[in-house]
């Protein structure tokens, strides 16, 4: 059984930062097998950000050279680092396991808001 725990939300002001961390329980392959996601109001969950399988990371466009992903392998977390926050970037921030035997698992998600 995995489980995945993010943590790191909150309110925070336009041009603010903010970390998100995602800590997983359980064993899996690699912690390159996880992504970040985000579901805005009224709106469809969508990709942020994650790791090819070869551990290269990738950034949506959207947020790109705004926001950065790591991880530390002996804490079996990855994190985003999100700066100069805008207020469409408010959303719940989801981590989910993209690939190997527990693809498809959500974490339940941290709630980020941007507003002055």
């Known amino acids: 059984q995995v489980h995945l725990v993010e943590s790191g939300g909150g309110l925070v002001q336009p041009g603010g930062s903010l970390r998100l961390s995602c800590v997983v329980s359980g064993t899996i392959f690699s912690i390159n097998d996880m992504g970040w996601y985000r579901q805005a109001p009224g709106k469809s969950r969508e990709w942020v950000a994650g790791?090819?399988?070869?551990?290269?990371?990738n950034i949506a466009d959207s947020v790109k050279g705004r926001f950065t992903i790591s991880r530390d392998n002996t804490k079996s977390a990855v994190f985003l680092q999100m700066n100069s926050l805008k207020p469409e970037d408010t959303a719940v921030y989801y981590c989910k396991i993209v690939r190997g035997a527990y693809v498809g698992v959500w974490g339940q998600g941290t709630l980020v808001t941007v507003s002055s």
């Open positions: 790791y090819t399988s070869g551990g290269s990371d």
